[in-house]
Every structure is written in C-alpha cells, then in structure tokens.
C-alpha cells in the first residue's frame, strides 16, 4: 500500500510538472516566461506576453492536468478508497509539481489553475463553486491574486459543507495556506496598492 502510494505521489508530481505555460510562451515566442513579468509560468503571466487567449487556454490545460492524475488515483487505487487518501496524494503531488517543476529546475507557477482542477476532480461541484468565486471576484477587483486567494481559501468549507471525507478538507485547506504562501508578494502589493490590475 505505501508503494501504491509512492508511486502516485511521483506520477502525479510528474505530470504537475509539466510547464504548460512555459512550453507554450517558449514554443510561439522563443521568450522564456521566466524572465518576463512576475516570472510566474501560469497562465496571468501568459496573458502579458500573448493574450488573452493565451491565458484561458494555459488556464484550461493546467486545470486538466491538475484534475487527471487525481482521476486516476480514483479510478485505479484500491487502497483507503473509504478515506480519499490516495487522490488526494495525488492532488498535493501535482500542485508541488506545477510550483517546483522539476523541468525547469524546481521552479513554476502559483498553482491555482491545476489546484483547482484538482478540487473538480475531487468534487466537481465544489471545483465549479470555486471557479465562479474566482471569476465573480476576479471581474469585479480586476486582481486575479486577489480572486484566486479568496477562492481557495473558501474550498475547505465547501468540501465540509458537501460532506467530503476529513482527507478532502485537510487537502483544500493545506493547499489554501500553500497557494496564499506562493501569493504572498501579491498580497504585500496589494496592501501597499501596487498589485497589477487585469481588464
């Protein structure tokens, strides 16, 4: 059971791995988004160098790949099904992965598209509840940060709320205080009224 485990913790950290932003800026502009703005590989910082276009499709790939080794866990694990254990190995797994890739030498984004899609796949309706807060609160605050922040940190009530196993919780809220940790020169900026604005 713990080489299960094992195994879908280095799987899922692996395809979290996986810099889709990076690979697409690269690919399409020969820059390395590394260099460019927050230096951030997700999908905000893919807006400033091509759009937005851009920024919904990394936005989306990275939520797939946050949500498919989750599913996987699902599907083929045995193991403390009863507890959700296993998915949420494999969620902690690529949300790591998509932070500290190790392709681009343990750098990487904020995590909070491919957090999210690992929060669709554990519950997809709570996955979609907080989709809408970002959204609501991104289109009304023009601060992406500020969206993404809030939303996550409203995830583990809503897992509570939806009578999700104490593994679920625990899951969105160590990934709560993660994801605000990856944001906290977003939020230094947004205190002091510096943090950049989205149209």
């Known amino acids: 059971m713990i080489f299960e485990a094992i195994i879908i913790i280095l799987m899922a950290y ?7 932003g990076y690979i697409i ?14 230096g951030s590989t997700g999908a905000t910082n893919v807006k400033r160098v091509m759009g937005k276009k851009w920024f919904f499709t990394v936005m989306i790939l990275d939520a797939i790949k946050g949500a498919l080794p989750v599913l996987l866990a699902e599907i083929f694990a045995v193991s403390y ?8 190995l494999a969620a902690v797994g690529v949300i790591i992965g998509h932070s500290k890739s190790i392709f681009l030498k ?19 309706a709570v996955g979609l509840a907080i989709a809408g807060i970002w959204a609501i609160i991104t289109y009304f605050s023009k601060y992406v940060s500020l969206g993404s922040i809030i ?16 593994a679920y919780i625990c899951y969105c809220a160590l990934g709560a205080v993660y994801i605000v940790y990856l944001h906290r020169e977003n939020i230094a ?11």
């Open 151 to 166: 939303a996550l940190v409203i995830s583990p009530l809503l897992m509570a709320a939806f009578g999700e196993p104490p």
């Open 14 to 20: 692996i395809i979290g791995s996986i810099p889709t």
């Open 81 to 88: 099904r009863e507890i959700g254990l296993l998915p949420v």
């Open 25 to 38: 800026v690269k690919l399409f502009t020969g820059k390395d988004i590394r260099t460019i703005g927050s």
């Open 106 to 124: 343990f750098t990487g984004g904020k995590s909070v598209a491919s957090g999210v899609g690992t929060i669709l796949a554990l519950n997809w």
């Open 189 to 199: 900026r947004l205190l002091r009224g510096e943090e950049n604005k989205v149209r």
